[in-house]
Structure formats: structure tokens, C-alpha cells
């Protein structure tokens, strides 16, 4: 379909990124599945071609580019596979923050390099007992002169194992009533006293996108690193929701876009009893539902967009998007799977790997009985 939000210049930035995909992530993607990494030559690679932070203002790196450039850059980033997603999380999460809270120093230090992929970025929210559950977090942030002193655990840290600056949330006022008043954010760099990375988690699925544990025992970071004020670091997290949530839908429509163009293909050259199994009418029922789904999806999503773009509040809209595009996108996996056969089930045929990397995108983001919640609050309930 076409997506009216896209101009000339958004055209030509798709071809450009498809290009350099297909010539420097494709032919690797597999080996970097193996290695459970991707490395950092393709992030600097990124930088190079300008795909990274194009939405940042020129002095630190930017294009000034528009929110579409953000779209377009995770739209092209899931059709290669989910292992990708971290990049755009360092894109459209992690920097947005730095972007719109840190001061200007903050800002000349570390976007630059953000935008090159010499600094890859995480944010730490989750802990071992917290997820959903933000306000509820332990780790602490005691103000000591000129330093904060972080204790606790942070766990299923997307880019965990690579990151050079860690956005933390924490606590800098643990009897804070109601609890979330005395979050605050903190920027860590990973030479900090005290901090060390745990394992490298073992996951289902996103097998290139490095996941990890994070450990602060008495961590050492300067007062200068606090990111915003203190005490408003939730409402800052919850502020940038609606955008986070808004790109997961995307990927999500994307993912269940590939995965049924994979299974079209499949099903017309796949022969039994005598004819294509596309010439079965459960295959051609089941086909038509499955495009039938994506297309609405698609279209919501593609006005979601636009309206994001122009500044309005979207969070009931966003809500449902996150959870109705995830959970047709694990149907969609499930129904795809079913009609590969026995072979679905072999590595070698992609649908096995969307099958399992599209699970994850109904927890992450907040879960989709979250999202569920929210739009049950919205609607007064």
C-alpha cells in the first residue's frame, strides 16, 4: 500500500538503507545469529551512511530529519530479522532521551558519537523482581558529594552486553509516596566503579540482539550524569512510551508483512496431491484472512503515524496498536508455520526464526495486558 506520509527525500532514504542492508547485513545476519551479536564494524558502518540518528539536530550529528526517517529505518531493519531490533532501540529510545533531557554539555559528549555507532546505548528499567511494575524498582542512588552511589540489578537489558552508556533508572528517594516520585534517572558509562555486566542471556529467540544482566555493587558515578532532574525520571520514561510502543507496532506490522509474502511464496510451489497446496481453499481461506488482518493493521498504524508526527496524544490509540499488531503477528507466525509443514519446523526456512523471535514483542514495551489496562483506563472503566 501507499503510505501517505512519504515524500521524495523518505523514498530515496529507503532505497539508500535497502542498498546498504542488502550488501552488509543480509549475507551475514545468519552468522551474526551464531554469534549471538552483532558487531560493532556493522554499527560504525551505520553511522558512516548516516542511518543512525538522523532525526538529531546537525551539530550533533543529525540530519534534522523528520520521525518518517525513524519509521523507514525499523521498517527496513525487521524485513533483514527481529535480531536487529536493538539498533533501533539506541535510535528511537535510548537517544530521544539524551536528546530532549540531557543539558547541552550531556548533549556535545555523547550524541556525536551516537550518531557514528562509536556509543551504542541501552536503557535499564527492568530488575529480577521489577518489570511491569516500574514504580516498584529497588536499585538505589544515594547522593554522596559529588557522586551517586548505585546498588542493585538491572536484567533483559536489550544491548546490555555493548552498551557505552547505560540511561538507569533508579531510586534517589526510596520513601518517595507514592513510589514513582522518587525515580530519577542516571546516565552510566561502563568504566564506572563498581559496575559490571553479567552474563549474556540465553533467549528464544532475537539471537543476534545481545541481552544481558547489569550489576552495580557501591557503582561510582558522577552527580554531573544525572539525565533531567531528580525525582522525575518516571514521568520522563512514560513520556517517551508512546513513541516506544508506536515503533514496536511497526516492527510488528512488518514482521507479519514478511511472513506472509515468505508463505505465499511457499505455498504456490509446494505440491501435494497432485497440485499447490495454495489451490487448497483452507490454504486460500486462511491466506486471505491472514492479508485481510495485516491490511487493517497496516492502516491504522500508517494514521497512527502521521498523527504522531503532528504532535497529538495518542496513548489509548498507541495501546491498542501495541497490543492487537503483536498478537496478529504471533497468529499470523503460528498460521504461517502450520501451512510450511514439516519444513516450518527446519532452521533453514526463515519462518522457523520469525516464529520464534516474534514471541518476545508482547512482553517488551509493556505487556500487552498492560496495554489492555491502559485502554480499559481510558475508557473510564
Known sequence: MTHLYLEEEHHIFRDALRKFLQKEAVPHYEQWEQDRMIPREFWHKMGEQGFLCATLDEKYGGLNADFVYTVILNEELERVGGGLGGIGLHNDVCVPYLNNYGTEEQKLKWLPKCATGEIIMSVAMTEPGAGSDLANIKMTAVHDGDHYIINGEKTFITNGIQSDLIILACKTDPSAVPGHKGISLILVEPDAPGFSRGKKLNKMGLFAQDTAELIFEDAHVPVENLLGEEGKGFSYLMSKLQQERLVCSIQAVVAAEEMLKMTLDYVKTRKAFGKS?????????????????????????????????????????????KWRTTHLAKQVASECLQLHGGYGYMEEYPISRRFRDIQVTSIYAGTNEIMKQIIAKKLEL
Not at 486460500?284 to 484472512?289: L, N, P, R, T, W
Request: glycine share 2%; with cysteine; proline share 0%.
Open 277 to 321: 497446496i495454495s489451490q487448497f481453499q483452507n490454504t486460500q481461506f486462511k491466506m486471505a484472512e491472514m492479508a485481510t488482518d495485516i491490511e487493517i493493521c497496516r492502516t491504522f498504524i500508517d494514521n497512527l503515524i502521521a498523527n504522531h508526527i503532528a504532535g497529538k496524544e495518542l496513548v489509548t490509540q498507541v495501546s491498542m496498536a
